[in-house]
Every structure is written in structure tokens, then in C-alpha cells.
């Protein structure tokens, strides 16, 4: 009897994984991001681009992703990371959204890029980075982010425009489909604002090509010289690779975690006032608080315990301190902090 031929394998494109860190503090009475700008893997020149401390992982050199992060971030910030865990991983392939990029083309045959996304929180932010890196407030990303101060007019200015002549190309029925997604997502005609949705809404962006990063990733998965973009109108500034993609990831996960866990204090100093809680809540989640809900609800979560100390540089009547109660609730899961909305979206 004939033995049966044996067939070789096929062969899989090669995976390179690459990792990337949101890392978040309170700055300047802005939630910031660490930003650097690295080298360009094209032209090995600096990034006129902000992006994330990031690299790509060695399996040789390498024994776990967050060690290797970690070695990443200090390497290329200075700073040492404390609080980190991991956010998402990006492996897509045959989708409209943005890939990671390490100066390698895309596509069949060529390597799959799997990006690995992960969040830090700390309470203090260096005054003084490392060269090429800063504490970026994260509404210059995500300028429609920030309802603080009321509906950000650049929605119905600019976005949602913009969005209605992107909905008409196509049939019917794929008009009606984006023009649901954006009603629901920015909140058009009605529709409440989901503060968060931050990555669907960056997402819906990035495919309508209302993301500038959006052209300069077709061009160069087509083979296509493409250079950093500028800024568009409306949608914010663009980052380098899939970074602002990240970013979105960490600002939706720290939005919704805020409001079941006490992350929150991740980002505070060990005495706080109530209105310098207020302002990392609101800096956060992108809402105005009531103050005086808030207040209530702060106090029968029973999270904070008074210092009956006071803080005398608040330029107006002394405020009294307060700690977490960190060690008082390790036994126990302890709950996050609602959001009691000074005006509805």
C-alpha cells in the first residue's frame, strides 16, 4: 500500500506584538496623559507626533508583556510605573479602524501586528519629564469629550455635519445605520450623551475618514508614502500608530470603573478637599457635578474619613482634608462614586 504524501504546513505570517501604556494623573487640574514623542520607524527622525510610551515585545528578552512595559515607559519617560493593568488587545484584520504600525507594511503574507493596551494610574505627575515627554491634557485628543462646560458647540458645528455627508454615501439602509450610530453616540436629535463610549465614538470617526489619522493608514496599507497628518476640525489632535486609538480604550475603561471601584483615589493625594475630589471626578468623566449631591453621595459611600486638619491655600473659607479609607476597606470590595450630573446631556 501507497503511504499517503505528506504536505507541508502552510505558513502563517509572522505575529509581532506590540504594547503600549495610557498613563494618567491629575495635572494642572487636568486629567493628563503621558505623552513622548519617539522615533518615526520610517525615517528614524522624532515624531512630530505625540504617542504613548510604547514598544514592541520580545519573546527572547522579554518574560511577561507588563514587566516589559513597564522597562518601555521608564526607558523612554523617566517614570516608574506604580497602579497598571491591562485594557484591550487589537489584533484586527479586514476592518476599518486603525492598526498598530512599526514601519512594516500590512497585509497578506506580511506580519500580523497585535497591540496590547494597558492603563496606569498615579497621583503624582513629574513636574519635569524626560526629554520629548509631557503631561498632555487628554481633551486635546478628544475635544467633543468635554462637557464640563455645557454641549461642546463643535458637535453641531462640525461633527455632526460632517457625519450627515458621510451617512449619505451608500444605499438606504446603510444611510439610516450610520445615522443611528451617530445620533447614539454624540448625541444627536434627542439622544442622551454616554460619557462612556469614548472609543465608539473615535472609532465612528476614524471610518467616516474624520479621524486624520485615518487617510495617512489607508495610504500606507495601500504601499502609499503618507506623512503625519495635522489636526481636523472638530475631532482632535492625531497621535502616532494606534495610540489615540488606545487612549480612547483608557478613557472609556477609567470612565465606567470609576462608578463601581474607588479608582479614583489612584489619582489623589494622600488629604484631599471634597471640591479637589469633585474636580478629578469631573476631569475624568467629562461632566459637570452637582456640588452638593455629590457631597451626600461621598459621604454615604463612606470611602473618605475626615482629617480635622484644613486646607488653608484654598483662597476663601479653609477647607477640611480627607483620606482614603484604603486600608479600613481592603477587607471588602469597596463601591465606586455616581455621577449626580449638574445638567443632563
Same mark, same amino acid.
Given at each position: 500500500?501507497?503511504?499517503?504524501?505528506?504536505?507541508?504546513?502552510?505558513?502563517?505570517?509572522?505575529?509581532?506584538?506590540? !504594547?503600549?501604556?495610557?498613563?494618567?494623573?491629575?495635572?494642572?487640574?487636568?486629567?493628563?496623559?503621558?505623552?513622548?514623542?519617539?522615533?518615526?520607524?520610517?525615517?528614524?527622525?522624532?515624531?512630530?507626533?505625540?504617542?504613548?510610551?510604547?514598544?514592541?515585545?520580545?519573546?527572547?528578552?522579554?518574560?511577561?508583556?507588563?514587566?516589559?512595559? *513597564?522597562?518601555?515607559?521608564?526607558?523612554?519617560?523617566?517614570?516608574?510605573?506604580?497602579?497598571?493593568?491591562? !485594557?484591550?488587545?487589537? $489584533?484586527?484584520?479586514? #476592518?476599518?479602524?486603525?492598526?498598530?504600525?512599526?514601519?512594516?507594511?500590512?497585509?497578506? $503574507?506580511?506580519?500580523?501586528?497585535?497591540?496590547?493596551?494597558?492603563?496606569?494610574?498615579?497621583?503624582?505627575?513629574?513636574?519635569?519629564?524626560?526629554?520629548?515627554? /509631557?503631561?498632555?491634557?487628554?481633551?486635546?485628543?478628544?475635544?467633543?469629550?468635554? &462637557?464640563?462646560?455645557?454641549?461642546?458647540?463643535?458637535?453641531? %458645528?462640525?461633527?455632526?455635519?460632517?457625519?450627515?455627508? &458621510?451617512?449619505?454615501?451608500?444605499? /438606504?439602509?446603510?444611510?439610516? %445605520?450610520?445615522?443611528?450610530?451617530?445620533?447614539?453616540?454624540?448625541?444627536?436629535?434627542? &439622544?442622551? &450623551?454616554?460619557?462612556?463610549?469614548?472609543?465608539?465614538?473615535?472609532?465612528?470617526? @476614524?471610518?467616516?475618514?474624520?479621524?486624520?489619522?485615518?487617510?495617512?493608514? *489607508? #495610504?500606507?496599507?495601500?504601499?502609499?508614502?503618507?506623512?503625519?497628518?495635522?489636526?481636523?476640525?472638530?475631532?482632535?489632535?492625531?497621535?502616532?500608530?494606534?495610540? +489615540?486609538?488606545?487612549?480612547?480604550?483608557?478613557?472609556?475603561?477609567?470612565?465606567?470603573?470609576?462608578? @463601581?471601584?474607588?479608582?479614583?483615589?489612584?489619582?489623589?493625594?494622600?488629604?484631599?478637599?471634597?471640591?479637589?475630589? %469633585? +474636580?478629578?471626578?469631573?476631569?475624568?468623566?467629562?461632566?459637570?457635578?452637582?456640588?452638593?449631591?455629590?457631597?451626600?453621595?461621598?459621604?454615604?459611600?463612606?470611602?473618605?474619613?475626615? !482629617?480635622?486638619?484644613?486646607? /488653608?491655600?484654598?483662597?476663601? #473659607?479653609?477647607?477640611? !482634608?480627607?483620606?482614603?479609607?484604603? /486600608?479600613?476597606?481592603?477587607?471588602?470590595?469597596?463601591?465606586?462614586?455616581?455621577?449626580?450630573?449638574?445638567?443632563?446631556?
Amino acid at each position: 500500500m501507497t503511504a499517503p504524501a505528506l504536505t507541508a504546513p502552510a505558513l502563517t505570517a509572522p505575529v509581532v506584538i506590540g !504594547l503600549s501604556a495610557v498613563v494618567a494623573a491629575m495635572h494642572d487640574g487636568e486629567l493628563a496623559v503621558l505623552t513622548v514623542h519617539l522615533p518615526d520607524p520610517r525615517t528614524r527622525e522624532t515624531s512630530t507626533l505625540p504617542g504613548l510610551p510604547s514598544g514592541p515585545f520580545d519573546p527572547a528578552g522579554h518574560r511577561t508583556f507588563e514587566l516589559a512595559l *513597564r522597562a518601555f515607559v521608564t526607558e523612554q519617560t523617566g517614570f516608574q510605573l506604580g497602579y497598571v493593568e491591562q !485594557l484591550y488587545t487589537f $489584533g484586527d484584520e479586514g #476592518r476599518d479602524a486603525p492598526l498598530a504600525d512599526f514601519g512594516r507594511p500590512h497585509g497578506p $503574507g506580511q506580519e500580523r501586528i497585535i497591540s496590547v493596551g494597558y492603563l496606569a494610574l498615579t497621583p503624582e505627575a513629574p513636574a519635569k519629564p524626560a526629554p520629548d515627554t /509631557e503631561w498632555t491634557p487628554w481633551n486635546r485628543f478628544f475635544p467633543y469629550e468635554d &462637557w464640563r462646560g455645557g454641549r461642546p458647540a463643535l458637535i453641531d %458645528q462640525e461633527i455632526a455635519p460632517a457625519l450627515e455627508a &458621510w451617512a449619505r454615501r451608500g444605499t /438606504e439602509k446603510q444611510r439610516e %445605520q450610520k445615522l443611528a450610530r451617530a445620533r447614539a453616540l454624540f448625541a444627536l436629535d434627542g &439622544w442622551r &450623551w454616554n460619557e462612556e463610549r469614548v472609543l465608539e465614538r473615535y472609532e465612528l470617526l @476614524y471610518e467616516a475618514g474624520l479621524a486624520p489619522e485615518a487617510e495617512r493608514d *489607508r #495610504r500606507r496599507a495601500a504601499g502609499l508614502a503618507a506623512p503625519e497628518p495635522d489636526a481636523a476640525p472638530g475631532s482632535g489632535e492625531p497621535m502616532v500608530s494606534d495610540h +489615540r486609538r488606545i487612549l480612547a480604550t483608557g478613557l472609556a475603561r477609567l470612565r465606567g470603573k470609576i462608578k @463601581y471601584r474607588p479608582v479614583v483615589f489612584e489619582l489623589t493625594p494622600a488629604a484631599f478637599t471634597l471640591s479637589t475630589l %469633585q +474636580r478629578t471626578v469631573e476631569a475624568i468623566s467629562g461632566v459637570a457635578l452637582h456640588k452638593q449631591n455629590f457631597r451626600r453621595m461621598v459621604e454615604r459611600t463612606g470611602l473618605v474619613q475626615g !482629617l480635622g486638619r484644613f486646607d /488653608e491655600e484654598t483662597g476663601g #473659607r479653609p477647607a477640611e !482634608l480627607f483620606r482614603f479609607r484604603r /486600608e479600613d476597606l481592603a477587607a471588602s470590595p469597596a463601591s465606586g462614586l455616581s455621577l449626580p450630573m449638574l445638567r443632563e446631556g
